[in-house]
């Protein structure tokens, strides 16, 4: 009787052990392999694509007064707009998105800023956001 303690710890590991074997471990390998293989391809998604750092975000209250670009906006874009790269992405949304795509558009044939590849993608949405990204 005084061993029954024991005896019940002892079966108990082996049971955690038998479940951590038999469960968990193959289904952390798993995860494992499906995170490499999901970094893996964001990698070549990033190389096709040309993909240079991430998405750059700008605040939208500063950046549009009456869906034209106010003075800082302007100030910023000569600032932050790298033209040694080969293109820029910008991702404009909001409820009058196409009236600022315009003025974005104005502004960068007005300032003479001309990419090889401009893709300007506008969404009309409630939520306002205004993004770029660069491409190699």
């Keep these: 009787m005084k ?13 955690l052990l038998y479940t951590y074997r038999t469960k968990y471990a ?5 995860v494992t392999e499906l995170r490499e293989e999901i970094s893996m391809w964001e990698d070549v998604l990033r190389g096709e694509k040309g993909v240079k750092g991430e998405r750059q975000r700008f605040a939208t ?3 549009f007064d009456n869906d034209k670009l106010t003075p800082f906006a302007e100030v910023e874009i000569l600032r ?6 080969r293109g820029i992405e910008i ?6 998105a196409f009236t600022r ?14 990419y090889r590849n401009l893709s300007l993608y506008a ?6 956001r205004f993004e770029y990204k660069f491409i190699k």
């Design 3 to 15: 061993y029954i303690g024991w005896i019940i710890a002892i079966l108990l590991f082996a049971l």
């Design 80 to 85: 932050k707009f790298d033209m040694r790269n």
């Design 101 to 114: 795509a315009g003025d974005l558009l104005r502004f960068f044939s007005e300032q003479h800023i001309k």
């Design 61 to 63: 209250d500063r950046f």
């Design 123 to 128: 969404a009309v949405d409630s939520i306002e």
């Design 26 to 30: 193959p289904l952390q390998k798993d």
């Design 91 to 96: 991702y404009l949304t909001a409820p009058n």
